[in-house]
């Protein structure tokens, strides 16, 4: 059974993906609605990205059942895309006229894409635990 830090801790981690989630899809639809051929490339990967954290956070909220299960896939689906975007936005700038919420590992956010993902696979190995 967790103990109430988890908890805490597990909610505080839910609570910020919460965030990012709306904020990255308030981003990507003005990007996608506005600016597309800006940058079609970096404001796709703004929708994949906040696709990728409306999934997570629901998943990491659900204790049991199919969402639950893919809480984990999830997680390190967003870690890869975090890092090869990342990647990418370093070695092809020119792919990244305009930055994503995942380039350069989430400089624009400082660094939270990159952290939230390592802090969510942690939590959720005790969690499991």
Same mark, same amino acid.
């Given at each position: 059974? +967790?103990?109430?830090?988890?908890?805490?801790?597990?909610?505080?981690? !839910?609570?910020?993906?919460?965030?990012?989630?709306?904020? +990255?899809?308030?981003?990507?639809?003005?990007?996608?609605?506005?600016?597309?051929?800006?940058?079609? &490339?970096?404001?796709?990967?703004?929708?994949?990205?906040?696709?990728?954290? !409306?999934?997570?956070?629901?998943?990491?909220?659900?204790?049991?059942?199919?969402?639950?299960?893919?809480?984990?896939?999830?997680?390190?689906?967003?870690?890869?895309? &975090?890092?090869? &975007?990342?990647?990418?936005?370093?070695?092809?700038?020119?792919?990244?006229?305009?930055?994503?919420?995942?380039?350069?590992?989430?400089?624009?956010?400082?660094?939270?894409?990159? !952290?939230?993902? !390592?802090?969510?696979? &942690?939590?959720?190995?005790?969690?499991?635990?």
């Amino acid at each position: 059974m +967790a103990n109430k830090q988890n908890l805490g801790i597990g909610r505080l981690l !839910i609570a910020v993906y919460g965030i990012f989630a709306l904020s +990255a899809t308030a981003r990507a639809s003005y990007q996608l609605l506005r600016k597309f051929d800006d940058a079609p &490339v970096a404001y796709s990967l703004s929708l994949v990205s906040a696709i990728t954290y !409306i999934l997570v956070t629901i998943s990491l909220a659900r204790t049991s059942g199919f969402l639950h299960r893919t809480a984990k896939p999830l997680v390190i689906f967003e870690l890869a895309g &975090v890092l090869l &975007v990342g990647s990418l936005s370093l070695i092809v700038p020119g792919l990244f006229k305009h930055p994503s919420v995942w380039s350069e590992y989430g400089i624009g956010y400082g660094f939270l894409p990159l !952290i939230l993902p !390592i802090l969510a696979l &942690v939590w959720l190995r005790k969690r499991s635990a």
